[in-house]
């Protein structure tokens, strides 16, 4: 049985008694204003695009900012829309929220301050009073619409699961029955070492709001440490329990588990052998852009924490170094706009395209530059086609919860020619083994790697990814979504028990 099979037939009998409320701050669908009326649009997102068809499968409902142009129109006053359009298969529940409480809580403290502070603080985080009152304020606005979605389903066994960074107080607001409901919190980004998350003047109550959860779900085993350290350190009052993997804080028994996320492996495996992906490959190959042997890759969104500065870096250094590839070899950079309404992430942003337009001009040749910037977000379609072609991928993130480029690389991989590069501060780098792993503060020796990248022979290669392949198809998103709500339901039935 695949995982995928095993999830379903998990959610049509032993989770069909219970309701699912999944809450995040991006919504699954939106609806925009055009030219024709109205248009549903699906934000690209692995995680939205995982979720869905367990929403569809489970029938409950997601509650999330509703950010679209045409959001309000399309829902009721309730703020209640049927989705996905024309199936009408589960509640999209969307809250509003205001200019100002954008601006605090999302562009202020979950990426001004929260997202630095958790990324081993390579940004500076930006403490302001405001952005955490407007946190504390947009938090308290979810768990009152988590609230009323309880009231509803009154005495009726409930799931409810959080997503992410933005949310963490979320559940300290929840009013629930303890009987029947579970409330779940998954992290998608690392947690830092406790010393670190220390610098924090609102770490108590941080670590207050996610211990009113059942289950805290973290990638990879370092931050489930990380994060028992901290409220060891922190909250003394807490009991830590580092065996059994628990805290018991105020008569509440909070899980502290590892739960790897990942892709759907045979959707992309499928899509990339698609005479879809065959042809557009020829058509790339056709562009002047892309007419030499060696073709590497990265696609990471604007960040500073994804390491595109030092990614540069070592490619100008292996270009020196290495001079009989020049004109050999094109380095494609996918690199999408993300927040860019922060001023970090704008310097960011032209300190990058400076570095491109610097490498091009340095070591150009006729016909041929070596990087190809792409600052778009491509289509999917599009993406796994680059997957497909590219003979190396390079993930150089300064500290990165898991990484699902890595993942769908390895899927896409259907030749096994490619080499997977792979920074050792990511998530996935401590599943990936059969990767070449990087520092990529270390350039001279992620200069030296991409060598060996290009220079691996295609046996090894096919060897590796064999491995790799082997490894994600088994620990795929189905993989992951029901090893969470097994666990979930396994502590509900135990508390009923006893
Ligand atoms: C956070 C954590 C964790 C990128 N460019 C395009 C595009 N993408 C898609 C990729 C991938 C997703 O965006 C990026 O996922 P990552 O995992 O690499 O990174 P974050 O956005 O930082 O995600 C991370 C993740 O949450 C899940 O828990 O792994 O550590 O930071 O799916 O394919 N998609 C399309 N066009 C693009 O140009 N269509």
Redesign the pocket.
Known sequence: MSAKERLYSFLETKLADYDLILVSNRQPYEHRYSSKGIDCITP????TAALDPVMQATKGVWIAWGSGTADRDAANEEGHVKVPPGKDLYLLHRLWLTKQDLKDYYYGFSNQVMWPLFHNAFGRPSFKHSFWRGYERVNKKFAVAVNKELQQRKGRNTIVWIQ?YQLALCSEWIQRDYETTMLLHFW???WPSSELFGICPWRQELLRGLLHNDIVGF?IREYVYNFLRSVERYLPEAEVDYRNRHVVYKNNITHIREYP?S?DFDYINHAARSRKTVDRIKHLRSNMRFQFPIIGLG???M?Y??GIIEKLKSLAVFLKKYKHYRKKFVYVL?A?PSRSRIDLYRRVGYSIQNMVSDINYDFQAAEWQPIVF?H?????D??IAYYRMADFLI?S?LH???????K?YVAAQVDQKGVLLISEF???AKEMKDALIINPFDTEQFARRIGEAIRMPLRERRVRMQKLQDYVAKHDIYHWLYTILADALDISTERKLF
């Open positions: 690209a997102g692995g995680l992410d998608h980004i690392p990638h996320i892709v696609v990471d969104r960040d924490t994804k996918v999408p792409m778009e977000n491509l289509p999917l599009e993406l993930v993130s990165d919860g898991m990484n699902l480029v890595a769908e990511t998530g996935a």
